[in-house]
């Protein structure tokens, strides 16, 4: 007699939109085309796998959740030391609680969604013996080996409509606004952003930024007649002046500013060289919340049918994406090794500047 197939599904880290439409996909598919199967959904991201905190999933489960925010499994962030370890806040390895789960369930494969930093965790899963498949969500974009991620359109669709809203009240007080958006690492969400929106000057953390040359630019656009200006800024922006110093020593000097984003730190500087009043806007989370848009629901409902097609095929240790139009599958090695930056001469940045948007690195 041939024994039950067992796949448990972990939703971890930061939420999106999209990840019950990825679940969906994943649950619907491999209950239609793998007999005597099994669903697992673990409780809380990792922490379900570490406590063994889980439910067995229906096909009720799996009906219903196509349009909504967040997860049904809820997620948390757990400590991760780069490649070597997953720990509690003592510090002490979680692995084996984690493989004491895994095996006791007798899983034969564990469906990880997740952003850059939960690609990186998960191999080390795999390395540790589990059998692997990652779905990459994130609204920021930056995650090797797929072209998008679920999230990330749902997101540059938010964070535009509030940029589009700000447009009237900094143009009835003449005011400068900055819009700060989400993005640590990456300028992939503020660049679309920004473009879709019609942001005038745009702070990414791959192009620092001189002060000096963003006021000439507001400053420009008044002389023009033009008495407001929008900036989207990534909350990772930098100066050319931060840039330069250590990973140390730039915490330093965030611990030291009396600003509690860098968008405050820029609207003072602002206010100051030019004389403009100026105003911050930061959306923060919301960026991540409500239903996700068509577009992550097709997305996130292709990678969820493509991770339950790869464990019909018993094709461990991938990661699902897409490029070029195609659902691929990434070895997890290759998409957990590294961060996807926007490129300076990404098309799109080129495609920004040619429409007069600044990016503060000159006027």
Known sequence: MKRNTKVGIVTSGGDC?????????VGKSLLKYVDNVEIFGMYDGYRGLIEGDYKFMESKDFSGILTEGGTILGTSRQKYIPGKAIVDDEGNDLMPAMLDTYNRLNLDCLIVMGGNGTQKSAKLLMDAGMNIITLPKTIDNDIYGTDTTFGFQSAVDIASNVIDYIHSTAS????????????????????????????????????????????AAVEQRYRHGKHFSIIAVAEGAVSATDAVLSEEERRRVKEQSKHSTISYRIASELEALTGQETRVTVPGHYQRGGPPCPYDRVLASQFGTAAAMLIREKRYGQMVGIQKGEIVAVPLEDAASRTKFLPKDHPLIQTARDVEIYFGDEV
């Open 17 to 25: 939109q999209g990840l019950n439409a990825a679940i969906r996909g």
């Open 172 to 215: 009835s007080h003449g005011r400068v606004f900055l819009v700060e958006l989400m993005g640590r690492d990456a300028g992939w969400l503020t660049l679309n952003a920004g473009i879709a929106s019609g942001a005038d000057i745009i702070l990414i953390p791959e192009i620092p930024y001189s002060i000096e040359a963003v006021a």
